[in-house]
């Protein structure tokens, strides 16, 4: 069991910092993260000393059991009122609340149902906790790849030329529920010949042709956290550019290396993206890398830390961060190649948690 009541106490320092004296998370992966509920309604709230967990009667009996660390509340009309009058218990007036999650509407609604209460914009509180991962987050993580993983094996059983794109998504996704996840991390990307330039190229009915290659960005999820990886495969058979996508194959895969051996603790995030850009830009594809080279993962696909060459926040990576590693080049016309890796950041480096091996591979 997670220790929901560490978290919530230093997410309350946190709002505190902020100038609130307790904090409402209603955004559903910091609910899950601060009591463990997984619901997909409710509201988390914090202050000296107390927890309390608001939700409907669709969701009491697993908030129960789900959330032991905290008081749970069912929902009534004025969720917002409740809200005030439970602080208000512990004298906490100055209710901060997540400015980046809630929509106009949402806090209109809290100043009209609660006028009494002040309340106070926080950023960045509980993702800040989550960039470092506790041993049993992690253990979810790895199992999350080592099921992708195993369900991308399956799938190379079956590539060939004829079979379209989505035939791949579906057998890909297919085989992740199968293996254990309980859903995909994101709709599975399959790019092949020259939709490979498309970064984020969801899978079509396009059929995979001789010689082409194909990327595959997939992910599964256990337990809550996901996974995420990407492989750029080249299938069998001639083709006119053959040569020009090997070569831009290993510029990426360098450029991959190069990011990877960057990783370790002390060292910005945004490091990583320039060790791995150096490698693309010196080889003179800089302009055909027009993504950051990596992000966080855990309880969402996307979250802290950024690793990109214009953050608006750098991060310093710490042991138990999680970041992917991602270069690529998409060349409008011809084709693409991404390769991505999930890795922990050790004491000294980093270990993988995704695992296809990334070397040019031809099926
Ligand atoms: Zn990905
Ligand atoms: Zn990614």
């Given at each position: ?135 049993e987050e992690l253990q979810r ?101 053959r040569a020009r996508l090997r ?85 409008p016309g011809l084709g693409g ?27």
């Amino acid at each position: 069991m997670e220790d929901h009541r560490g978290r919530a106490a230093r997410a309350l320092a946190g709002a505190q910092a902020q100038g609130a004296e307790a904090l409402v998370v209603a955004s559903a992966p910091n609910r899950r993260y601060l009591s463990g509920f997984s619901g997909s309604a409710g509201v988390v709230l914090i202050a000296d000393g107390r927890r309390w967990l608001l939700t409907d009667f669709r969701y009491l009996e697993q908030a129960e059991r789900e959330a032991p660390a905290y008081e749970i509340v069912p929902i009534q009309r004025q969720v917002w009122q409740q809200v005030a009058a439970l602080a208000g218990e512990v004298g906490a007036r100055r209710i901060g609340f997540e400015a980046e999650h809630w929509t106009v509407a949402q806090w209109r609604r809290a100043v009209s149902e609660a006028p009494g209460v002040e309340w106070v914009e926080t950023a960045g509180v509980v993702e800040a906790l989550r960039v470092v991962k506790s041993p049993e987050e992690l253990q979810r993580m790895a199992t999350a790849a080592r099921i992708a993983d195993e369900a991308l094996a399956q799938v190379a059983l079956i590539l060939r030329p004829g079979l379209r794109e989505r035939d791949l998504s579906l057998h890909l996704e297919a085989k992740m529920r199968e293996l254990g996840a309980e859903g995909v991390a994101f709709p599975t990307i399959v790019a092949s010949g020259p939709r490979g330039s498309l970064p984020h190229g969801l899978a079509s009915d396009r059929k995979l042709e001789p010689g082409e290659l194909v990327t595959i960005d997939f992910g599964a999820v256990y337990q809550g956290y996901h996974s995420d990886e990407t492989v750029t495969w080249a299938l069998a058979g001639d083709h006119p550019e053959r040569a020009r996508l090997r070569e831009v194959y290993e510029v990426v895969r360098a450029a991959q290396a190069a990011g990877l051996a960057a990783v370790r603790p002390g060292v910005a995030a945004s490091a990583v993206d320039r060790a791995a850009r150096q490698v693309i830009e010196e080889a003179g594809y800089g302009a055909e890398f027009g993504h950051s080279t990596g992000h966080g993962v855990g309880l969402e696909v996307h979250e802290a830390p950024w690793a990109s060459s214009h953050p608006t926040r750098d991060w310093t990576l710490q042991p138990d961060m999680v970041i992917t590693v991602e270069p690529g080049i998409y060349l409008p016309g011809l084709g693409g190649v991404r390769l991505e890796d999930t890795v922990v950041v050790t004491q000294d480096g980093y270990r993988r948690l995704t695992q296809a091996d990334k070397a040019w591979r031809e099926w």
